[in-house]
């Protein structure tokens, strides 16, 4: 069982064995969908690194990885609707087929900010691929091409997500509730 901090609770949503398994059906799709291409991942920091290293070595395409860092959550559960670029990519992605990486898609508000911010950088071709779905929590009209898992509107960590950066090393993804809820 995965520990938690103080009274806070950890309860498993997805296992790592269901996680491993989707992760490479994703990545099967992938490699189907860009067959013969270049496919370069841009992961969104710091949230789907460790989705973005499984997936990655699960293509079996020509790959190249860059990273973005964006912040919209500061240290809390609540969106602050502001999305900031952090840390921007080392290289250009013109003309290149850019799948953004992202660990969960929840309001849409940072992945609406970031694509338009990407395609205004003219790529070949641009989708998402994200782990996790928070539909019901949408503001903004954004999909992903390629999701892992549709989740219920609960506050998730583990397999890279995190509470104040904690418990991202947990290796299935778990719904955190804290002592006051
Ligand atoms: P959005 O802009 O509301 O779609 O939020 C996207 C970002 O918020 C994600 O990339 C996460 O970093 C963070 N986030 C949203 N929901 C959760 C959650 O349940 N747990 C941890 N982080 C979350």
Known sequence: MPVAAG???LKVLIRRSAIQKRVRQVA????KDFKGERV??????????IFLSDLVRELSLDTSIDFIAVSSYGKGKQSSGQVRVLKDLDSSIQGLNV??????LDTGLTLSYLLRILQQRKPKTLRVAAL??????RIKDVKAD?????????????YGLDYAERYRNLKDVCI???PTE
Not at 28 to 31: A, F, L, M, N
Not at 132 to 137: A, F, N, T, V
């Open 40 to 49: 370069h991942l841009v992961g969104v920091l710091k949230g789907a690194c």
């Open 28 to 31: 099967h799709q992938i490699t």
């Open 176 to 178: 955190l509730s804290l």
């Open 132 to 137: 996790l779905d928070k539909p019901s929590r």
């Open 7 to 9: 009274r806070e609770k």
């Open 146 to 158: 390629y999701i892992g898992f549709k989740i219920p509107n609960e506050f998730v960590v583990g």
């Open 99 to 104: 799948v953004v990486v992202e660990d969960i």
